[in-house]
């Protein structure tokens, strides 16, 4: 079983600071997602990101996959309160293509 | 589209009755997945259907969960008899294929009391 890794579990910065979170495994993802769950939603897709080392923008948010394709994380700029939410990373693979997530990262963004 | 679609979206039980959620993917998807959320153990899959077949539930945690897929556009998740620690979140989501990206309903918060 791929595990998922994700730090910090909790994070509560203010309005317009800089933020990173990561997600890591000790295995290789095939392909990995970020996710945003907002309270009392679903979590909702983010980005995909698929080769070694790729960098994708998102507005203010930044997402790396790790070179070897064990890692990624997810930098915020400027952050804002509509930023608050719990942030997934998910990998889809193995024979079945289940999907598996991280436990998460809570961020709260303070006004 | 309206999205992947969970009745009811809150459930309030006594111990020992019967719970049925209720999925209705998007339309033309053909994998379903229901998840189980909690605090404690963040996002569980219960189980993964494909073409309307259950693929994998190892994750339904004992013979109390049963979950049914009788047609591409309807799922039902059944705990009987229900108990406190079923307590949580339950979400439905659907894929439109192998790695593609799935869309998660809005959830059922069952508490049971």
């Known amino acids: 079983t791929q595990l998922l890794e994700q730090s910090p579990q909790f994070l509560s910065i203010q309005e317009g600071e800089n933020l990173t979170v990561y997600c890591n495994s000790s295995s290789v993802f095939s392909s990995l997602q970020w996710y945003r769950q907002e309270p009392g939603e679903g979590p909702v897709l983010l980005v995909t990101v698929v080769t070694g080392g790729e960098v994708k923008k998102l507005k203010r948010l930044t997402f790396q996959f790790g070179d070897a394709r064990k890692d990624s994380s997810l930098h915020i700029t400027a952050a804002q309160p509509g930023d608050t939410g719990l942030y997934l990373c998910?990998?889809?693979?193995?024979?079945?293509?289940?999907?598996?997530f991280g436990k998460g990262t809570l961020l709260t963004v303070n006004p | 589209d309206a999205g992947v679609i969970q009745s009811p979206r809150h459930e309030v039980t006594e111990m020992g009755q019967e719970v049925t959620l209720r999925c209705k993917p998007i339309?033309?998807?053909?994998?379903l997945f229901w998840y189980r959320q909690t605090m404690m153990r963040g996002l569980e899959l219960l189980i993964y259907?494909?073409?309307?077949?259950?693929?994998?539930d190892s994750g339904m945690p004992e013979d109390r969960f049963s979950a049914k897929m009788p047609n591409a556009s309807f799922s039902t998740l059944k705990i009987q008899p229900s108990e406190p620690r079923d307590s949580a979140v339950y979400f439905c989501?659907?894929?439109?294929?192998?790695?593609?990206?799935?869309?998660f309903g809005q959830g059922t918060r069952l508490t049971v009391v």
């Open positions: 989501a659907s894929r439109d294929r192998a790695g593609g990206s799935a869309f």
């Open positions: 259907f494909n073409n309307n077949v259950p693929i994998d």
């Open positions: 339309s033309g998807h053909n994998s």
């Open positions: 998910k990998y889809s693979g193995g024979s079945n293509y289940k999907l598996t």
